[in-house]
Nanobody, 130 residues
Framework: QVQLVESGGGLVQPGGSLRLSCATS????????IGWFRRAPGKEREGVGC????????YFADSVKGRFTISRDNAKNTVYLQMNSLKPEDTADYYC???????????????????????WGTGTLVAVSS
């Protein structure tokens, strides 16, 4: 059974940091690129960033570039989203998703409404507030 389980969300003050984890099972993570997405209350899903399955290449949306990083530990079947310099507008449910195709994952980050990922997690809430 394929599972992606996000954790690490919570309440943080503006300017603070959080690290989200995406623990995977039921498929070979080495073969999949992972994307992170978020949905703020009352808004459409937004692509955050992604990491390839091969050389660790990453791609980020302009809204988080320079503040967020993504890493992966295939031995632990886990992908991480490190979020620094958090802003109130980063408040959202954060989801990880897997795709066998990195080009498709980048497309999904750019157009979350128009592209499909193979597997999705259930999300973790991040709230940035003072």
């Amino acid at each position: 059974q394929v599972q992606l389980v996000e954790s690490g969300g919570g309440l943080v003050q503006p300017g603070g940091s959080l690290r989200l984890s995406c623990a995977t099972s039921g498929f070979t993570l080495d073969h999949y690129s992972i994307g992170w997405f978020r949905r703020a209350p009352g808004k459409e899903r937004e692509g955050v960033g992604c990491i390839s399955s091969t050389d660790g290449s990453t791609y980020f949306a302009d809204s988080v570039k320079g503040r967020f990083t993504i890493s992966r530990d295939n031995a632990k079947n886990t992908v991480y989203l490190q979020m620094n310099s958090l802003k109130p507008e980063d408040t959202a449910d954060y989801y990880c998703a897997a795709s066998i195709n990195f080009v498709n994952t980048i497309a999904a980050i750019k157009d979350p409404q128009g592209s499909a990922m193979d597997y999705w997690g259930t999300g973790t809430l991040v709230a940035v507030s003072s």
